[in-house]
């Protein structure tokens, strides 16, 4: 009779104890959560990058974002095998993210909450020119400048001021043709960060035949 008892009694303590832990596991994934990936990010003038830790059992996550005035988050992308992701966004506004970490098509955890500000800044330091004068042409030619995502080419001519002759330029050099041989001309090289424009160089140079 009394073993009867200690058996009913450890039955009862074991389904309190499974029902307990699946309580918690339900709470433990209302989202967004404190998880255990410790999700952050890092944001530049063009792009925003999340990073977290690999949680256990995990085969994929997938990347939420609460975007300027709105209320709910949206799904940035899924199925995501890695533990990176970049993006690029509008810049001066406030995103929030976070992480859900899923077993196949279960998903058994949510990372923690973060917050970056994306905004836009003009570019750091001064364009180093170099020219090389050829025959009827001036080559110009720049290191990228900090924070840059382009560079504009500017013609200064006395008297008149800045034209411009290429602007939004990936690359880092530019062919001026066309010259006339024992004329100097000056160009002014700026850097941009999308519509922000830092600080310019300038460098003159006098083609010959």
Known sequence: MMMKKKLRNSLVFVLLLVTSLSLSAVTAFAYPANGDFNLSGSSTTTSISLSWDSYPLATSYTVLIKEPGSSSYTT????????????????????????????????????????????????????????????????????????????????????VGLTPLATNLTTTSFVHTGLTNGTTYTYVVFAYAGTKQGLASDISLTPQP
Do not use: C
């Open 76 to 159: 940035v992308t899924s199925g995501l095998p890695t533990r990176t992701l970049t993006m690029n966004l509008p810049t001066n506004d406030v995103y929030k993210f976070y992480v859900v970490a899923y077993s196949g098509a279960t998903p058994i955890a949510s990372s923690n909450e973060i917050t970056l500000y994306q905004k836009s800044y003009p570019p750091t330091g001064v364009p180093a020119l170099t020219g090389i004068a050829g025959n009827q042409s001036n080559t110009i030619s720049w290191t990228n400048t900090w924070g840059a995502t382009s560079h504009s080419v500017f013609l200064y001519i006395p008297g």
